[in-house]
């Protein structure tokens, strides 16, 4: 299911290879659902 939207996390998400990542990634919270979709994230700087 690798799209551009995904070209980054496809390494991460994709692929029979990547069973471990994906059960890490479910133990933390993320559903199936959660790995179909593009990633996004907030972040922030400390000064």
Same mark, same amino acid.
């Given at each position: 299911? !690798?799209?551009n939207l995904k070209r980054h996390s496809s390494a991460i998400t994709?692929?029979?290879s990547r069973? @471990? +990542?994906r059960a890490m990634l479910? +133990?933390?919270g993320? !559903?199936?659902d959660?790995?179909?979709r593009p @990633? !996004?994230?907030a972040g922030w700087r400390r000064k």
């Open positions: 299911m !690798t799209d994709d692929g029979a069973a @471990p +990542a479910k +133990a933390v993320f !559903t199936d959660d790995l179909r @990633p !996004t994230c």
